[in-house]
């Protein structure tokens, strides 16, 4: 049985549309992100999920119980918001305590909970601080201690990481791993930002304009994503696009724009046919100075060169497109080099230029 179960969920405001007919099941000890950019529709359906918003149509279950229509505090869910919402007048031990007093928990119960939850997070020795004495990475241990302290089987994210700077938010990723790794909870987790989505999720439901796009494992939508929206927005920098069509020749298909001729035998179609497309390759999948038996080797001259460490950026043009290349920094070209390029079109996607889904 899945521990949610979202069944044909819409949310309207007047005449617009923000969630879809949308449907989802997540499993059991799951860790599900949903992401998207702003406005796609992501927190507004945790919120649904949460009971914080009322839905205009459908139905949801958590633990196969119909929860459409209860409050928030008897859904059996734990939330953890963008904000801290910690009250400032109380010291940690009084925060991670205050709900739980008010449901009328046992105060040898309350007490086991804090210390578990204080174990857990690593903040046994902040129990005694208040909010301003903390860190921001504090403060969000101490947010969602508070929700850990519900014991609950459900637990709602909303962003949590977005306040802190990039060094905390790393540092906070993983301890939101362990985390789930040593509860085993449901986590359903909302993100606008791809690096999160992919580190932290068992599957990613990608969101845009209130509809899901594509529910799978991270890696299987880096890999194969639906359509170029998802390409596009999965992958730091984004997956290249070359804009061309599709053309039938005795020996198979054909990507030509312009100058540029790919054969397409090695690449694994799901639906071959000729017309206009775009060509998509991500940056770490061309390669430079290839030698001979790439499918596809071109020369290119090097614009622009971005150290990022590790890995160079280099920045050109094919076929008057724009092209993206990461490379390993002990191999980085120079800006005005001439280099050849070369990458495997079975590493490629194909996207129908008028639909966008993928061929």
């Known amino acids: 049985m899945p ?9 309207n405001y007047g005449a617009v549309s923000v969630l879809k007919n949308l449907n989802l099941d997540i499993e059991e000890g799951e860790f599900l992100v949903l992401l998207g950019p702003s406005g796609c529709g992501k927190s ?14 459908g139905q949801i279950f958590i633990k196969g119980r119909n929860v459409t229509w209860e409050e928030p505090k008897d859904r059996g869910i734990g939330m953890v918001f963008q904000s801290y919402a910690l009250y400032p007048q109380m ?28 174990e857990i997070l690593q903040i046994q020795s902040l129990l005694d601080r208040k909010p301003s004495q903390l860190s921001g990475g504090q ?3 101490v947010a969602i201690g508070r929700a850990l302290v519900r014991d609950v089987d459900v637990f709602l994210f909303d962003e949590p990481l977005s306040n802190l700077d990039a060094k905390l938010r790393a540092e ?17 987790y909302v993100t606008h930002d791809q690096i999160e989505a992919m580190t932290l999720a068992d599957r990613i439901a990608v969101m845009r304009s209130g509809m899901i796009q594509q529910l799978d494992r ?18 730091s920098p984004g997956m290249n696009f070359l804009d061309g069509e599709i053309v039938a020749r005795d020996e198979g298909y054909h990507f030509t724009a312009g100058d540029i001729d790919i054969p397409l035998q090695r690449y694994g179609f799901e639906s071959a046919r000729p017309g206009p497309a775009a060509f998509g390759i991500r940056p770490e999948h061309i390669s430079i100075d290839s030698g001979e038996g790439w499918p596809f080797t071109a020369k290119v001259a090097v614009e622009i060169v971005d150290p990022m460490g590790s890995d160079t950026l280099i920045w050109t043009t094919l076929g008057k497109q724009p092209l ?24 490629a996607s194909l996207f129908d230029a008028a639909s966008g889904d993928r061929i």
């Open 3 to 11: 521990s949610v179960t979202v069944r044909d969920l819409s949310l």
């Open 44 to 57: 507004t359906l945790l919120n649904c999920i949460a009971g914080l918003l009322d839905a205009s149509d």
């Open 91 to 118: 010291s940690v031990r009084r925060n991670l305590s205050f709900g739980l007093k008010n449901a009328g928990v046992p105060k040898a119960e309350i007490e086991r909970r804090i210390e578990r939850t204080a």
């Open 139 to 141: 403060r969000q241990r």
């Open 172 to 188: 906070l990723r993983v301890e939101i791993k362990r985390l789930h790794q040593k509860l085993a909870n449901t986590m359903i």
């Open 218 to 235: 991270p890696q299987e939508i880096y890999r194969r994503p639906v359509n170029r929206y998802v390409a596009d927005f999965i992958g």
């Open 324 to 347: 993206t290349i990461r490379v390993p920094s002990d191999r980085a070209p120079n800006a005005g080099d001439s280099i050849t390029i070369g990458f495997d079109p079975m590493n």
